[in-house]
């Protein structure tokens, strides 16, 4: 069974950096397109960057020349490396991958900006 896995989550003071990472697991044979989202309380879930498996990027203006998004094909992970953070990137952060035909989810990592 395929699973994603988050970490990397925690608290950070404003203009601070973390970096996440979501590693796939399972037997997959190949990962396709992997992608970050955050959703913060209230709001509606935010695409922020999506990486190709050949490492084409695009990213949400929001988030443009402050994230950046990578990924080791050879261990099914997908990475966000996140810089100069503001309270307003507080939020859920969850990935997912497409293998084959079907698009599978993590459960979330838990990232406050807050001094």
């Known amino acids: 069974q395929v699973r994603l896995v988050e970490s990397g989550g925690g608290l950070v003071q404003p203009g601070g950096s973390l970096r996440l990472s979501c590693a796939a697991s399972g037997g997959i044979l190949r990962v396709g397109n992997m992608a970050w989202y955050r959703q913060a309380p209230g709001k509606q879930r935010e695409l922020l960057a999506t990486?190709?498996?050949?490492?084409?990027?695009i990213y949400a203006d929001s988030v443009k020349g402050r994230f950046t998004i990578s990924r080791d094909n050879a261990k099914d992970t997908v990475y966000l490396q996140m810089n100069s953070l503001k309270p307003e990137d507080t939020a859920v952060y969850s990935c997912n991958a497409k293998i084959l035909t079907t698009t599978y989810w993590g459960q979330g990592t838990q990232v406050t900006v807050s001094s």
């Open positions: 990486i190709t498996r050949g490492g084409s990027t």
